[in-house]
């Protein structure tokens, strides 16, 4: 006998009414998700945003200190902002102040373009002195703790003074801790505290009058004249010439500046935000060409000789400045939720503080007119109100269509006697009613059968 099968108790339903029914539930249930999430994400930062009194016309921030701690009360920047940063914690202060000049250096010959990159500390070999000799031919300065030692001098010239005790590298290991002058395996101990230089490429200073400093770089040009394009107003906002004024020539000696922006351009260069410019006049300067050390020591002694004694061209930086110091932030909440590494970026580009003569990160910032405590690197009125409008008007509009679908789902599906969802506007009402008339003559002749067959049944017995 073949295996009887069971009747379906509940007949196969439309899968279109039943797949829109399920979909619109599960638009409904994610659209609320994205509006709880998005309170914390988008609506509240943007409700601090437009009430922050933050000023939209962005001045300039230089770093001045910039600090990991493992204490985390604040951090400029933070990874995932539902949870409190913890772990990598920088703190970075800098200083605010206005725009410095634009300017276009005209008929400009023998360029040229040095670059002296930071130090990588962490690219540098460590040395194990705790493992048998590997320590028994050290030469140079290292810096050192409990046995594990790195060679500074690799990368940097060291002016030093060893004047401390003397370690044997291979039998006093445990005592390697701080800098040490080593020769072979007898390390001094420097106790006084030293500088270093890094090795870089010489700046050439043969028939050049234009010194330019763009972070780590310094690039030279022999140049007739200099046009400003604007000028300064202290601490206000400067003003924007219509027609660029000339403020500087050949004549008046070597000019040095810090830029911004350097662009080589056909018989000229381009900058921006050019600040504390000066002039050369009679001080020294080594020919042929010089080291970025001795170059920046130069530099030093021309800031007696202001290019503009008024401040409005090139300006002295201390007359732009608005605020000494300030927390900088990377937006107004001081975290980001990519969880993409954006803060190690923000870390490399706004961190740099000057340490060991580098160049100190400079960047566009935005600050409160009224309130000094802190500065945002990304500030945005336009994006902001834009990003709220989409995180508004998305998850209600599917919330909205998905409510208002399942309300006219309601209304016009309806359920049989056979347990089946029809659209009752969609099916012939004469044939509803005929499968209802059927369904009821079927009834009762089904029954009398049944009990027919137990009758036959009861009497075979």
């Excluded at 399920?22 to 009430?51: E, G, K």
């Excluded at 030692?149 to 003397?166: P, Q, T």
């Excluded at 763009?214 to 030279?220: E, H, R, W």
């Amino acid at each position: 006998m073949g295996r009887k099968h069971k009747r379906r108790l509940i007949p196969e339903q439309d899968r279109r009414i039943c797949g829109s029914i399920c979909f619109c539930q599960f638009t409904i249930v994610i659209s609320c998700v994205a509006l709880v999430y998005l309170s914390v994400a988008i609506y509240m930062p943007s409700h601090r945003a437009f009430h922050a009194g933050i000023d939209p016309d962005p001045v300039m921030c230089q770093t001045i200190n910039t600090t990991l701690t493992n204490n985390c009360g604040w951090a400029s920047c933070g990874e995932w902002c539902l949870t409190r940063t913890t772990g990598f914690c920088p703190q970075i202060h800098a200083t605010v102040r206005r725009n410095g000049t634009d300017i276009v250096f005209k008929n400009c010959t023998k360029f040229s373009s040095i670059s002296c990159p930071q130090v990588n500390m962490a690219s540098l070999k460590r040395y194990n002195c705790n493992n048998g000799s590997e320590c028994s031919v050290l030469s140079g300065v290292f810096n050192c703790s409990l046995g594990h030692c790195v060679n500074i001098s690799e990368l940097m010239l060291c002016h030093h003074k060893a004047d401390g005790i003397v370690v044997d590298s291979e039998k006093d290991n445990m005592k390697l801790n701080g800098f040490f002058s080593c020769q072979s395996s007898r390390c001094t101990k420097i106790k006084s505290p030293f500088s270093c230089d890094r090795y870089c490429p010489n700046i050439p200073t043969s028939d050049v009058n234009v010194y330019l400093m763009q972070d780590d770089n310094v690039i030279t040009a022999r140049c007739e004249r200099g046009l400003a394009l604007n000028k300064a107003n202290g601490n206000l906002p400067g003003v924007r010439l219509t027609t660029p004024e000339q403020f500087w020539d050949d004549r008046n000696g070597s000019i040095v500046a810090s830029c911004l922006h350097v662009n080589k351009e056909v018989g000229g260069v381009r900058t921006e935000d050019c600040v504390n410019g000066t002039l050369l006049r009679d001080i020294p300067v080594p020919q042929p060409s010089i080291n970025f050390t001795s170059f920046l020591n130069i530099y030093e002694r021309s800031l007696e000789y202001p290019a503009d004694p008024a401040n409005v061209y090139v300006p002295a930086q201390r007359s732009l400045t608005i605020y000494n110091s300030s927390r900088l932030y990377i937006n107004i909440e001081g975290c980001v939720n990519t969880l993409k590494g954006e803060c190690k970026d923000f870390l490399t580009t706004h961190g740099r503080d000057g340490d060991n003569q580098t160049a100190q990160s400079r960047y566009p910032c935005y600050y409160n007119q009224n309130d000094s405590f802190l500065v945002v690197a990304r500030f945005d009125l336009n994006k902001t109100r834009t990003e709220l409008l989409i995180a508004i008007i998305v998850p209600s509009g599917l919330f909205v269509i998905s409510l208002t679908t399942l309300v006219i789902i309601t209304r016009s599906v309806q359920v049989g006697d056979d347990a089946k969802m029809r659209c009752r506007y969609c099916v012939d009402k004469q044939e509803v009613e005929g499968e209802d008339e059927g369904l009821v003559e079927a009834t009762p002749s089904s029954s009398q059968g049944q009990m027919n067959e137990n009758e036959i049944k009861s009497m075979a017995l």
